[in-house]
């Protein structure tokens, strides 16, 4: 999408297929087709829910609608809060630091750094950290579980937005076109995230900041009727966080 971006610049129509899709990377136009004024205005597409639900499921606060759309940021408010943001400034520059460090030691191998990439992988490694407390630091192969399930499951689901598949509900389902690289890193996913909340249920794992993290606040959410998070819309969340995240903060940094 940045190289779509370059090309035609800030907005600009797409053809997908049967679709046209108009693609907007102005800051104030999306500030204006986000905001709450004239939410009701606008629907997400059918193919966003239906590229994303492999990775992210379809009860979170991207691709839902509506109600529940609503429920849920109400629900989700107490994570955005100064003082929850402002606890997680130690983890962002503890990575940060780490990852400044890991370039001095690479820099005589790799003369060439892909800056987009790396600050995707900063960017993930931070919100990561930030919504999976320590588990996220001390489970075995975390870093290369999550970044790279999320780099080529992501790849792979643009690969078969750009080729058609993703638009023909039939396609979807055929075991052809990366879908299984889709499936293996999904499965991967799914699998650590359902383990770090395991942990922290059990009292095996804490926050790493000083606050409750992003983990913390999922598993205390009530709604108005007293009604907490349900298990799977638990895991989603915390996925949608992580990916939502990652990609449109390091996407602006770079």
């Not at 003082?83 to 370039?103: C, F, G, P």
Request: glycine share 6%; proline share 4%; aromatic share 8%.
């Amino acid at each position: 999408m940045m190289d779509l971006a370059e090309k035609h610049g800030y907005i600009y129509l797409l053809g997908l297929g049967p679709l046209t899709v108009l693609f907007v990377h102005e800051p104030d136009l999306i500030a204006d087709i986000l905001g709450r004024s004239h939410a009701q205005h606008y629907i997400k597409p059918a193919i966003f829910g239906a590229s994303l639900k492999p990775l992210i499921g379809a009860h979170n606060i991207l691709v839902s609608e509506g109600l529940e759309h609503e429920r849920a940021r109400k629900m989700l408010n107490p994570a955005f809060h100064f003082t929850n943001l402002r606890s997680m400034v130690s983890i962002m520059a503890d990575q940060t630091s780490k990852a400044i460090d890991e370039h001095f030691i690479s820099s005589t191998r790799k003369p060439v750094v892909d800056l987009h990439a790396e600050l995707n992988t900063l960017t993930l490694v931070i919100i990561a950290s930030s919504a999976f407390d320590r588990g996220f630091e001390t489970m075995t192969d975390a870093k290369k579980i999550v970044c790279q399930a999320f780099t080529t499951v992501l790849e792979a689901i643009q690969y078969r937005t750009m080729h058609m598949i993703n638009q023909v509900p039939i396609l979807i389902r055929l075991p052809f076109w990366k879908k299984n690289i889709i499936d293996r890193g999904c499965r991967d996913v799914s699998e650590f995230v359902d383990q770090i909340i395991a942990d922290r249920r059990c009292g095996r794992s804490d926050s790493l900041s000083t606050n409750n993290d992003i983990l913390d606040l999922l598993l205390s959410a009530i709604d108005a009727q007293g009604e907490p998070f349900t298990d799977q819309e638990i895991e989603e969340q915390a996925l949608t966080f992580v990916f939502a995240g990652h990609e449109t903060a390091g996407n602006l940094m770079a």
